[in-house]
């Protein structure tokens, strides 16, 4: 359904996403992990079209054999809403302030199915009742600023999923959100048989619930992707191994802290060479991504 095609986005000379290429299936869920700054937030942007005039993206976004980088903004406003949906994360510049919580769930309806106000306001009311906001009705009646932080963030779910698009994209939608509430998240995720998911996410126990695949990034670029079963069992990138042995129920076996890339790019390597406990002097030539199966990894120990 969707097919990342060797896509490239630039900022003046910083690389954001250099040369990612996947495929997402209809009716699939596919979670994109990794830290912060790897490039999986601005890949959901770059599907989107909303990333800002000084971007430069190269490459190939299809949307059912359709290419959305070359719409024009007025193309893709027809797009969004109707073939694909977009979750942003619930920080305070995500949701208008000056309008109320349900009419901003319910627009969606309104703008794109042309739904009667009423109609569509009852509609958000169920999807944050689903959510589990507490006071539903009251909540649709509030400015943001009266929403906690998980309160927003489980409104913005709604506001993107209530469309019913085929095509859902989600930034972190367990960001800021307590345990209980994770659960429920992951339950309306689970629930969505009918939709097409691509997540990005750095909770790996939410990713796991809801994942047929997943996407590993690093720097900018795709290091690895295979099933959920297959990176939870097994993964094969170190930098994939490492960010498992992590977490807290594998006993914090690893404190990945932070380490910036240290190759040069305009000098090629391994990007995680630094941070990589088999690195040898192999590694400082840039490593391909090479299939293994049905999987992809970029990593010269699996070059032979």
């Known amino acids: 359904m969707l097919e990342i095609k060797n896509v490239s986005v630039s900022f003046g000379a910083v690389r954001a996403i250099d040369d ?9 869920t596919t979670v994109v992990v990794g830290e912060s700054g790897s490039g999986k937030s601005v ?11 000084t971007a430069n993206v190269a490459g190939s976004i299809l949307l059912n054999g359709e290419e959305l980088l070359d719409k024009t903004e007025k193309q893709m406003q027809k797009i969004r809403g ?21 009419l901003q769930v319910a627009e969606p309806l309104m703008e794109k199915k042309k739904e009667k106000k009423s109609s569509a306001l009852q509609k958000a009311v169920e999807w944050m009742k ?6 539903e009705t009251a909540v649709a009646a509030s ?16 506001m993107g999923a209530i469309s ?9 939608p367990t960001k800021g959100l307590d345990g209980e509430r994770v659960e429920t998240v992951t339950d ?12 990005v996410s750095h909770d790996l126990n939410f990713t796991r619930a809801i994942a047929d695949n997943v996407v590993v990034m690093y720097a900018s670029q795709m290091v690895e992707s295979c099933s959920n079963e297959e990176f939870f069992e097994q993964p094969l990138h170190p930098y994939s191994q490492m960010i498992l042995l992590a977490m807290p129920e594998n006993g914090l076996q690893i404190n990945m802290g932070f380490a910036p890339p240290q190759t040069d790019r305009n000098k090629g390597g391994c990007l995680f060479y630094s941070r990589c406990p088999y690195a040898s002097d192999r590694c ?9 199966g049905s999987r992809k990894v970029r990593c010269w120990k699996y070059a032979d």
């Open 43 to 53: 890949m959901l942007s770059a599907i989107m079209h909303i990333l800002p005039d």
């Open 130 to 135: 689903a959510l589990n906001l507490g006071n």
């Open 284 to 292: 400082l030539k840039t490593p391909p991504l090479i299939e293994t």
């Open 188 to 199: 309306i995720f689970n629930e969505l048989q009918d939709r097409t998911v691509l997540c």
């Open 20 to 28: 990612v290429s996947f495929t997402v299936a209809e009716k699939t």
């Open 143 to 158: 400015y943001p600023h009266t929403l906690s932080g998980g309160m927003r963030q489980r409104a913005l779910i709604a």
């Open 82 to 102: 109707n073939a694909l949906s977009y979750i942003p994360q619930g920080s305070g510049t995500s949701m208008n302030p000056l309008l109320k919580v349900g």
């Open 164 to 172: 019913g698009a085929p095509l859902l994209l989600a930034d972190e």
